[in-house]
């Protein structure tokens, strides 16, 4: 059993992560919110027994991890902090809004010997795991092309900082592209080496993008499309990645819920695979634990977090500068 405590009093941690902490057996101690008014209500709502304003109030809490999910900007301070007192960090995505912000970050859990998880949930989807198995086992072939659908609708109440405030790390490339980064890269295998990209703001964001479509080339020589957005409340969400003898559709798998559809064709015809619908979340939960343990995992670590975050870095780039750019790890 593992004592966490919250770095943010976020809608995230409100929707999803209190209960996929205690779903797994966890305690949540308390919450930390820049607004002592928040803090207290988002603790009574979920029956927290502590409640602070300031990172130094985590320190008499008897933690073992944290859970950051405050806005972009404000996770590598947090972190920084975690690490320095030897807990483990579970940290939201994108983990930071510059390269070497997040080279800092996992530099310091490593040097701290805390696991450093990124809340890349989407990996722990039953499609990704189903998806990942078909291409370790050949069964689509030489793989050719994927595309990814990831257009969504931006709630009401998130259309907060992510599409007013750049430094906090707004935009959907931030918010959407390092998902799917990460996505491609853990049932791939492999990490874009090259994007083009454009982006566009439609209507929602002010001094930012809203609408982005990119092309990455990775080291196998497979390309992918991918289309994240803000303000498309019928555009279909989901994933395909095709071989030259097969290709595998996730229809609606993109989600925070674990749902949608995923089907294998080849020559012998469409076949439904079974998924299982276990939280996607609790699952993110279950591989830190094995992570903390030192057993096998599929948890996003903090590499895959910086390396997600370079993928959006890239897009953003090459929006910018109207041409294709080569993306930068390092
Ligand atoms: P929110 O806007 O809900 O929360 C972010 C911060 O905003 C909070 O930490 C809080 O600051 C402040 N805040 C929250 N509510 C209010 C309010 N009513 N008025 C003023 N300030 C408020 O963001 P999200 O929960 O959507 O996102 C938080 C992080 O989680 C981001 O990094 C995001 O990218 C990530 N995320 C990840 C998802 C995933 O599936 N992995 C899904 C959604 C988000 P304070 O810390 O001071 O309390």
């Keep these: ?13 409100d929707e999803w992560m209190v209960g996929a902490i205690r779903a797994v057996g966890d305690a949540v101690v308390g919450v930390i919110s820049g607004n002592e008014a928040r803090a207290r209500a988002f603790a009574q709502r979920h029956a927290l027994p502590q409640a602070g304003t300031r990172l130094e109030d985590l320190d008499a809490w008897n933690i073992d991890a944290v859970y950051v999910s405050s806005t972009n900007d404000k996770h590598e301070a947090q972190v920084l902090y975690a690490a320095a007192r030897g807990w483990h960090v579970l940290c939201e995505k994108p983990i930071a809004t510059t390269l070497d912000a997040a080279h800092r970050m996992v530099q310091a859990c490593a040097d701290a ?23 370790r086992d050949g ?27 750049k430094a906090a790390g707004g935009g959907v490339v931030m918010d959407i592209a390092v998902h799917n980064a990460d996505s491609l890269a853990f049932l791939l295998g492999e990490y874009p080496v090259e ?51 097969g290709s595998v559709h996730g229809d609606g798998i993109l989600h925070q819920r674990a749902d949608g559809d995923l089907s294998l064709h080849n020559a012998e015809g469409t076949t ?13 939960l279950q591989n830190f634990h094995r992570a903390v343990r030192g057993e096998p995992h599929h948890l996003a670590d903090g590499q895959a977090g910086l390396r997600s975050l370079a993928v959006a870095l890239a897009v953003l780039e090459s929006a910018h500068k109207g041409q294709a750019v080569t993306v930068r790890y390092a």
């Design 1 to 13: 059993m593992m004592r966490w405590g919250l770095i943010g009093a976020s809608t995230i941690a």
């Design 113 to 135: 010997k805390v696991v450093m998880g990124t809340n890349h949930h989407l990996r722990h989807n039953s499609a990704h795991l189903k998806i990942r198995e078909l291409v």
């Design 139 to 165: 069964r689509l072939g030489r793989l050719v092309a994927a595309r990814v659908h990831h257009a969504v609708y931006l709630r009401a109440q998130l259309q907060g900082w992510r599409v007013s405030d």
């Design 195 to 245: 994007v083009q990209a454009m982006v566009s703001t439609t209507g929602m964001a002010q001094g930012m993008e809203d609408h982005a479509l990119s092309l990455w080339r990775f080291p196998s020589g497979l390309i992918a499309t991918t289309h994240q957005g803000f303000t498309t409340p019928y555009a279909r969400v989901g994933l395909e990645i095709h071989g030259t003898d």
């Design 272 to 284: 439904a695979i079974t998924l299982d619908r276990t939280n996607l979340y609790e699952r993110c």
